[in-house]
């Protein structure tokens, strides 16, 4: 199953992680991903990323997505919402956003509609 990557309203591009990743699918998806963030044209959106099916990231994908992360910001990306199922999911997170030095508020949620109304509101952090 691969990554799936979609469009919201409210300027948010939602990714939905399988429960497991492999390399192809990852080289595809930060490939589309990037694609999508270029035709944005460099207007602010944000992130809503679900990885409650994924269990572990690989520590192979760690890096690469952190270096993705750091890629989104510097290209529009405002607010980044992760929803994990679990606390070590929620630790493995939170490190990624600290190895890509995000500077944007960055949260991590345990339900897809706590991070969307999230997204959704900035004004009402």
Same mark, same amino acid.
């Given at each position: 199953?691969?990554?799936?990557?979609?469009?919201?309203?409210?300027?948010?591009?939602?990714?939905?992680?399988?429960?497991? !990743?492999? &390399?192809?699918? +990852?080289?595809?998806?930060?490939?589309? @991903?990037?694609?999508?963030?270029?035709? %944005? #044209?460099?207007?602010?959106?944000?992130?809503?990323?679900?990885?409650?099916?994924?269990? !572990?990231? &690989?520590?192979? +994908?760690?890096?690469?997505?952190?270096? @993705?992360?750091?890629?989104?910001?510097? %290209? #529009?990306?405002?607010?980044?919402?992760?929803?994990?199922?679990?606390?070590?999911?929620?630790?493995?997170?939170?490190?990624?956003?600290?190895?890509?030095?995000?500077?944007?508020?960055?949260?991590?949620?345990?339900?897809?509609?706590?991070?969307?109304?999230?997204?959704?509101?900035?004004?009402?952090?």
């Amino acid at each position: 199953m691969k990554i799936e990557i979609a469009h919201l309203p409210h300027d948010i591009i939602e990714i939905i992680y399988p429960s497991e !990743v492999t &390399p192809k699918d +990852v080289t595809e998806y930060v490939e589309q @991903l990037k694609k999508d963030i270029t035709a %944005r #044209g460099g207007a602010e959106w944000s992130a809503l990323v679900d990885q409650s099916r994924l269990r !572990v990231m &690989p520590a192979t +994908v760690v890096g690469e997505m952190a270096r @993705l992360n750091a890629y989104a910001q510097q %290209r #529009g990306m405002k607010r980044s919402a992760r929803v994990v199922s679990d606390p070590g999911s929620g630790l493995q997170a939170w490190r990624m956003t600290k190895n890509a030095g995000l500077t944007i508020p960055a949260k991590t949620f345990e339900s897809r509609a706590e991070a969307l109304s999230w997204l959704e509101a900035p004004d009402a952090d």
